[in-house]
């Protein structure tokens, strides 16, 4: 398989915390979404022309590309549900179930992952004016954090997640 088009070397343009975009947001606010936008890219290079096989596809025993979009796209709403100051809904929690059964159609997923990444960039820009210091709570045991907190873990977590997406692809292409 040609992977030239696929390559991290023919990155054309710097990663998005390089580009100068977003001044105006507060900068650690900045950088939650320009890591929304950065795992937005690498999936679109690395996993955006994989089969519906490859994406559940579990070489060598590693979590399926679509296990980790899944996750990545409902992480996120729940992390975002906590900072926001509110407790996760049933349908969260159903959906948390839900991320290692199989996968619908490789178009849903995509979408799925897609339209999180948009809900998550509109509701981290409106906590863009919260106080980063003010606690939170996380999970039935109401675990201690911040808004801050919860915000730098949404990029981390999206970041790791993508980066084993990301892993496995180049496994399942190389295949």
């Not at 900045?30 to 936008?37: I, M, P, Q, S, W």
């Not at 997406?165 to 496994?171: D, E, M, N």
């Amino acid at each position: 398989m040609d992977t030239s088009s696929t390559n991290p070397k023919t990155r054309r343009e710097p990663e998005p915390w390089l580009r100068g975009t977003l001044a105006e947001i507060p900068a650690v606010v900045r950088g939650v979404l320009h890591a929304l936008e950065l795992a937005r890219e690498d999936v679109a290079q690395w996993c955006g022309t994989l089969t519906l096989e490859q994406l559940v596809a579990r070489p060598f025993g590693l979590p399926a590309v679509a296990f980790q979009l899944r996750h990545i796209a409902r992480s996120q709403d729940r992390l975002l549900t906590y900072a926001e100051g509110r407790e996760l809904s049933a349908e969260q929690l159903a959906a948390l179930r839900a991320e290692m059964l199989p996968c619908g159609s490789r178009e849903e997923l995509l979408l799925e992952f897609e339209t999180a990444l948009q809900t998550s960039g509109l509701r981290v820009r409106a906590l863009s004016g919260a106080d980063l210091e003010q606690a939170r709570f996380v999970g039935k045991m109401k675990l201690p954090s911040t808004v801050g907190g919860l915000l730098v873990h949404v990029a981390d977590h999206t970041q790791r997640h993508v980066g084993q997406a990301v892993t496995t692809a180049k496994v399942v292409i190389a295949g």
